[in-house]
């Protein structure tokens, strides 16, 4: 449930109920190529959560503060270094072994990589839909092929996904466009394309939603390392998670940073965007 004592009670505990969401924190900001914060961001995101200035309730109606089923387990203690990257994609195969699917808080964009890793044994006809500003598809930056920059062109390159759409994207260069055609990604990019236009033919689950939040403008969320003018309202975003196909089985919302973040906008945001995407995988679950 929604609110801060089961945050508590719950922290990782393995007694997960069958067909739970478990929204997993995942502090880990170490391959941020500009400037760290991320590794801050779940515990802002469910301090807005349980934010009394609000309620637990989605749009429709569907009140997550009442739902067991929503499990929040915390934060992830982490190594320091590289050997974080093999400890997240041990401990998210732990929560899908029970039977539990996965809803992570970043973190960096490189945490994508090891729970992608993970959701693809569950799932090996993955699915996924990437929302970002960014392709994140640099073979490498800065000399570190597992960048922030970089995570989908190692998830492409290891054959984790069946197929992988990006929306939002509005800095594609030479090198990311080749990237791209090389691996076979389809790109809806920001400048052309509107969720009217409709999302891609034969789209279907399972689906895995990885969602970068500064694909939203900064008009809408500041709050992030890389913040890229021309993007997405929180409504146009809105709208798209909730006309994706089902089943949505995984999601992530990565890269808040909260010392960027002055008001605490874009923390509410993430967190409204948590309950209409966990809405989404309860619902998915049955179907
Ligand atoms: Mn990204
Ligand atoms: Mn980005």
Same mark, same amino acid.
């Given at each position: 449930?929604?609110?801060?004592?089961?945050?508590?009670?719950?922290?990782?505990?393995?007694?997960?109920?069958?067909?739970?969401?478990?929204?997993?924190?995942?502090?880990?900001?170490?391959?941020?190529?500009?400037?760290?914060?991320?590794?801050?961001?779940?515990?802002?995101?469910?301090?807005?959560?349980?934010?009394?200035?609000?309620?637990?309730?989605?749009?429709?109606?569907?009140?997550?503060?009442?739902?067991?089923?929503?499990?929040?387990?915390?934060?992830?203690?982490?190594?320091?270094?590289?050997?974080?990257?093999?400890?997240?994609?041990?401990?998210?195969?732990?929560?899908?072994?029970?039977?539990?699917?996965?809803?992570?808080?970043?973190?960096?964009?490189?945490?994508?990589?090891?729970?992608?890793?993970?959701?693809?044994?569950?799932?090996?006809?993955?699915?996924?839909?990437?929302?970002?500003?960014?392709?994140?598809?640099?073979?490498?930056?800065?000399?570190?092929?597992?960048?922030?920059?970089?995570?989908?062109?190692?998830?492409?390159? =290891?054959? *984790?996904? +069946?197929? %992988? !759409?990006?929306?939002? $994207?509005?800095? @594609? /260069?030479?090198?990311?466009?080749?990237?791209?055609?090389?691996?076979?990604?389809?790109?809806?990019?920001?400048?052309?394309?509107?969720?009217?236009?409709?999302?891609?033919?034969?789209?279907?689950?399972?689906?895995?939603?990885?969602?970068?939040?500064?694909?939203?403008?900064?008009?809408?969320?500041?709050?992030?390392?890389?913040?890229?003018?021309?993007?997405?309202?929180?409504?146009?975003?809105?709208?798209?998670? =909730?006309? *994706?196909? +089902?089943? %949505? !089985?995984?999601?992530? $919302?990565?890269? @808040? /940073?909260?010392?960027?973040?002055?008001?605490?906008?874009?923390?509410?945001?993430?967190?409204?965007?948590?309950?209409?995407?966990?809405?989404?995988?309860?619902?998915?679950?049955?179907?």
């Amino acid at each position: 449930m929604l609110d801060a004592s089961s945050h508590e009670q719950d922290r990782f505990s393995m007694d997960l109920p069958a067909g739970s969401i478990a929204v997993v924190g995942v502090p880990w900001d170490e391959k941020s190529s500009y400037m760290r914060g991320p590794a801050g961001a779940p515990a802002h995101i469910r301090q807005a959560l349980y934010s009394s200035s609000t309620n637990t309730s989605t749009e429709c109606g569907r009140d997550l503060g009442e739902e067991p089923r929503i499990r929040m387990l915390g934060d992830l203690d982490l190594p320091v270094g590289e050997a974080a990257i093999a400890t997240i994609e041990r401990q998210i195969e732990k929560v899908l072994d029970q039977g539990a699917r996965v809803l992570a808080l970043g973190g960096d964009h490189c945490v994508t990589l090891p729970i992608v890793r993970a959701q693809s044994r569950h799932f090996p006809d993955l699915t996924v839909v990437h929302i970002d500003a960014h392709p994140d598809l640099y073979d490498e930056l800065e000399g570190d092929r597992l960048s922030h920059a970089c995570p989908f062109s190692r998830i492409m390159e =290891e054959g *984790l996904v +069946s197929r %992988l !759409v990006q929306l939002g $994207i509005r800095t @594609l /260069n030479a090198h990311q466009r080749e990237q791209a055609a090389r691996f076979g990604v389809e790109i809806l990019e920001m400048r052309s394309w509107r969720l009217a236009d409709g999302l891609p033919k034969g789209l279907g689950g399972p689906l895995y939603l990885s969602l970068d939040l500064d694909a939203l403008d900064p008009a809408f969320a500041p709050g992030v390392s890389h913040p890229e003018p021309g993007g997405l309202s929180t409504r146009e975003l809105l709208d798209i998670v =909730e006309a *994706l196909p +089902s089943p %949505l !089985v995984g999601a992530d $919302i990565v890269e @808040l /940073n909260p010392l960027r973040d002055a008001a605490g906008l874009t923390a509410r945001v993430a967190a409204k965007l948590l309950k209409e995407i966990a809405a989404r995988m309860l619902e998915d679950f049955t179907t």
